[in-house]
């Protein structure tokens, strides 16, 4: 997994991009399925954790012919960091 962070006032994006490869994925209902948990630690200037570190579970489900094409180039997604004044929490994941 690699990921690009991008600052914004009180926000973060975060753009994932996952090796498909390298994810167990099962299949149900004709489908791929798998869960992926991320974990997001804060971190002051210093190095030292600011607040706590949410734990966040994304789940993934693709169609046959869109793990095919994860499998090849890779599977991309997007979550937006607010925060919350308590370290940050995850909003709004979008695999």
Known sequence: MTAVVEHHDNSLSLHLHLDAARIQWTQKAGRRESDLQLMIRFASAS???????????IHLTLAPEHHAVALRDGSAG????QDSGRGGEAQNPRP
């Open 47 to 57: 190095g030292n954790q600011i607040g706590k570190i949410p734990l966040q579970t």
């Open 78 to 81: 997007n979550m937006e960091l």
